[in-house]
């Protein structure tokens, strides 16, 4: 498909850079000999210059003939020079901020492009909400390229949205500069099972020429698979086993190896590649989901490489997984993705290929980070109003709203046997565990003793009233209460607690600010974030969301729970195209069986 | 670019393709127990069954599940499969046979589609040519995909062609579903020197969102190909020194490693393979150019292949280079080049990875080819009368047109320096070298002893009458004279001979038959090739073509010539963008400084 996400389309260009690569018009820039990593052939060039103008690749070579009046030179000796990072796979609203500060934030890091799925922001604002974001994001030098959410809802029929996306506005969207594919298709069911819905999206994406990015979370992968594949679906970031991601590539599919900030899969995929003897060119790295404070402290793909390389995945296979494999995958590799002449001039500085630091982050040929810190900026982006009031529970909850009756029949002082939600750190999985709860005043209620605790889902979209009821185990929290709407996919209101009282004013805390993750104890609120752009987001830079999330992560800690990111996994328990268990609006989901499921185990 | 040459689009299958991987609905055909060579790891999967429905790869793995009632079974036990090649390059009309049965000669060999520059019929017959060969190759099961002819005639200004391209043609032929890219733009000083011509054709190629092809063919690899290759040319054939091949991939250009029938560049290119430890996701393997000769004798990329193994490349980086590689070359990786699910059903079966022998072709889930014999047949195609009479030379010869005239002053029985053409067999490029000939009766004549020939090319598309005159060295004839229409590229009627009797009669055998290649000594046609379409070609098989091509070569022979393929290498005097020393209808051209020079050396 066209490139729309460089400076000038190439045709306009081809006049300029023949001439700068002759030395007959001088260049705009020239890198003076680095050492650069060539991912075409996957060697180091060593001592390169690089000649620029338009904004893209004139030349590659011994440039001094480039250098004219105005050419600005960049001594690169002793450096590596590499093509800037591409992540196939993202979420930007997992950063909880805005698309522009999520640009200042990666950037720095050596991210040139990323292909990013809003489709948290599509499950509570529509394609209205995705447009927004994007009108944020073109502000930036970030190449931030759209795969359009296909799964809103995420499992249609198990919970209920802000909005919903089907095929007619996928093919809508298809017509968009700014999208180049279709976000992660979660709905595999559909897709093995053949429902119209499913490959109707599929169609208009490949009628459109664009690509179909996947999802395909269960470990199969023959027969299931095989369909997955045979529908469309060039890539796949969800794979937790190396067997699997290694299937992926022999069936042609991209195996986007996973490191995010609460799912670590790839030092366990790394194995696809370090233990077989492997073309590795559909192999990509990707984030996936990034926590500011990851992004603050480690930082983006320059920390995934430096991961990858801990995994024994050589350097350079490495960046080749982050750059000319990612933009093969989005057939984009003719203007990304390598530097090479024509090519758009997105180049990272590393301090040596052992450390794998960026020092320098070049954009379309300009200069856009240095040592870690953006050089662009521009005033605040103003969000509509209907993006930052998104929170429409229609009432305030109280108390009593988060009773739980046992079941009918059940009496005081026995016991019921309850499905719970059982919740492992750093792992996008859950699994069904099954727990005896004790009938008190014919409820039940948290039990701390089992680390079990009372959750619930209420819808806040459009004032439904509609709520679901289940209880998760492994928080170990011993007192209050943790409410968010950053809550996977529907972005209901969700929470967990201790006791009814705080668990009411976490609910109500978050619906007066227009959302957000806030954990209460004894009627106090400990720690609040405040994310009104949709309830997901705010409009703050990186460091101070960082230092927000880390401050309300302490007030977990302070209530009982140790667990790494525990927000993060916590807003998964509404995910209903993970398996094993999960909790909507609508009730508990079987999602191994796609089937809502009682409490009370039979 | 969407593919317009499998049996059906991908989004019309999907569905069936993920029931059929499911067992939930039949498999066409179920291919049993095969070696699979998997193009995307680069491994060998043994004893893999491969399910095909809607002509589309459903399954990979084991398929038994996908066997029901009227599924074909193919057992492959003991047989290597691998996807159809892909030819990156090739010009149909080299074969001298139409595209029908052109892909009645290649697929039996592996040969699933071709990436084709109908240049030479463009050159006498404009994009009108081009579409008449289109709609017989379109009956066929090759996927017969055609880069516009960028370059007609080749060298605007140094010669008469019958019809011309600009950039207003390319935009047009851009709409045409047929179409994935630009011809070979060999026109690279025009590209270089920024002319609005070539970067004309460049861009409308560009914006349509379609592929490059390139020709660059000078042994230069810094600021010059930087430049060509900055100017969005995908990639290139023309390369003969392994560092130029290497020079191109690190630059991030296809390098396309040809062996054709002509010109063994090959050999020599691998080592740019074999002496440096690089990815090699860059290489192609090509062809060029195919006589019927070596179609029958020695196959098509089935050949190459072997060629490529011989030359110690690794049998499977080989069958990359012209599958994987290629589709990823042309940006159509997702429809072809991989025996992958969604993929077109492209199968070539091999005896082993060893022999390398096509032993049978399926294109599109069906078989087409069987032990060397294509199962597809139809009538013969019925090309208009414009097509088989483009004879237009206005007069017919006589001996005294083809009198030299010695320089002003230069007296009877002197020598006069002129610029001789030499020849180099298997090679494209000639040399300018320089010959003392006698002057007799004030005029110059071949000399045999220097084994040094009259060459003359003739304007044969509109009656205008002009015509070049020069010399040629290197054949070894030592009596009579052959003339041709196929005369690269602008297919002008070009004569080489001892003795004007003989010239005359060759070219006016020529002018009555439509077109072709001929011997004659002594007043005597030896040999007669008739190529009635566009001087080109003729609409035989490739068994009675080479036959009829062996013949006329054996009259080379008996005229003293033992070059191989002799029309071959003729065919490229007047080929005025390749260096050195060049004759057109209008002259003598330097190619290196693209200037017309005398005749006489000053």
Redesign the interface.
């Known amino acids: ?2 490139n729309h996400f460089c400076s000038k ?4 260009c ?2 300029t ?7 007959a018009r001088p260049a705009d820039v020239v890198i003076k000999g680095a050492d650069l990593v ?1 991912v ?4 180091v ?1 060593p001592g390169t210059d690089v000649a620029i103008a338009c904004g ?7 440039a001094d ?1 480039c250098i004219g009046e105005g050419t600005r030179v960049i001594d690169a000796a002793g450096q590596v020079i590499a093509p800037g990072f591409l992540d196939g796979h993202i979420h930007v609203e997992s950063s909880m901020m805005g698309a522009g500060e999520y640009a200042r934030a990666v950037v720095p890091h050596g991210t040139a492009g990323i292909y990013w799925d809003p489709h948290e922001i599509c499950n509570v604002l529509g394609l209205d909400g995705v447009k927004v974001m994007m009108e944020d994001a073109a502000r930036t030098p970030l190449k931030a390229m759209v795969t359009t959410p296909s799964c809103v809802p995420a499992v249609p029929g198990f919970e209920d949205t802000g909005a919903s996306v089907g095929p007619a506005d996928i093919a809508e969207s298809m017509t968009w500069d700014g999208v180049v594919g279709l976000g992660e298709m979660m709905n595999f069911p559909g ?2 099972a ?1 429902t119209d819905h499913a ?1 109707g999206e ?2 208009e994406t ?2 459109a ?1 664009k ?1 179909v990015t996947g999802h395909y979370s269960i470990p199969e992968a ?3 698979l ?7 679906v ?1 890539c796949c970031h969800e794979s937790t086993r190396a067997e699997d991601a ?1 299937a992926k ?5 991209y195996a986007q190896l996973r490191y995010g900030s609460a799912w670590h899969d790839l030092p366990e995929l790394a194995h696809a590649i370090t233990d ?1 003897d ?2 590795t ?2 192999a990509n790295l990707i984030s996936d989901d990034t926590h500011p404070h990851t992004l603050v402290e480690d930082g983006h793909l320059d920390h995934v490489l430096r991961v990858a390389v801990q995994c024994g995945i050589p350097a350079i296979e490495a960046i ?1 997984m982050m750059t000319i494999n990612v933009a ?1 995958c989005f ?1 984009m ?2 203007e990304l993705g ?1 530097i ?4 758009c001039a997105d180049i990272v500085f590393l301090d040596s290929l052992d450390a794998l630091n960026v020092t320098r982050m070049m954009i379309d040929g300009e200069v856009v980070a240095e040592d870690g810190k953006p050089l662009f900026d521009y005033p605040r982006f103003e969000f509509p109003e209907w993006v930052t009031h998104s929170m429409h529970l229609g009432r305030t909850l109280a108390p009593e709203d988060f009773a739980v009756a046992a079941p009918e029949g059940a009496v005081d002082g026995s016991a019921v046997k309850v499905r719970a939600i059982e919740i492992v750190p750093g792992k996008v999985g859950t699994f069904e565990t099954h727990v005896d709860l004790a009938v008190e005043d014919g409820q039940l209620a948290s039990d701390l003793g089992q680390d079990v605790l009372k959750t619930f889902v209420f819808e806040r979209h459009h004032e439904t009233g509609t709520f679901g009821v289940g209880f998760a185990k492994g928080f170990g929290i011993k007192r209050g209460a943790m409410a968010s709407t950053v809550a996977h996919d529907a972005h209901n209101l969700l929470v967990v607690g201790t006791n009814d009282a705080d668990m009411a004013l976490a609910a109500n805390t978050l619906a007066e600010c227009g959302g957000g993750m806030v954990v209460v104890a004894d009627g106090e609120v400990l720690g609040l974030v405040e994310l009104p752009i949709a309830g997901l987001m705010n409009d703050l830079g990186a460091a101070e969301m960082s230092e927000k999330v880390h401050a309300i992560e302490q007030t977990w800690a302070d209530i009982g729970c140790t667990m790494p990111s525990p927000f993060m996994t916590m807003a998964l328990i509404p995910l209903a195209c993970l398996p094993e268990l999960r909790l909507t609006n609508r009730g508990l989901v079987d999602c191994t069986t796609f089937q809502f499921v009682d409490l009370a185990v039979e």
Chains 1, 2 share one sequence.
């Open positions: 498909m066209l389309p190439l045709w306009e081809t006049q850079l023949a001439a700068v690569a002759q030395g060539n075409c052939t996957a060697e060039q893209r690749i004139a030349y590659v070579g011994q003939h897709v093995l053949g490959h599929l169609a490949l009628k020429d690509v023959d027969r299931g095989n369909a997955y594949v045979a529908s469309g060039r290694l590539m022999r069936l042609g599919q077989h492997i073309d060119r559909f080749q093969t057939r590799d003719n390598s090479t002449p024509g090519k």
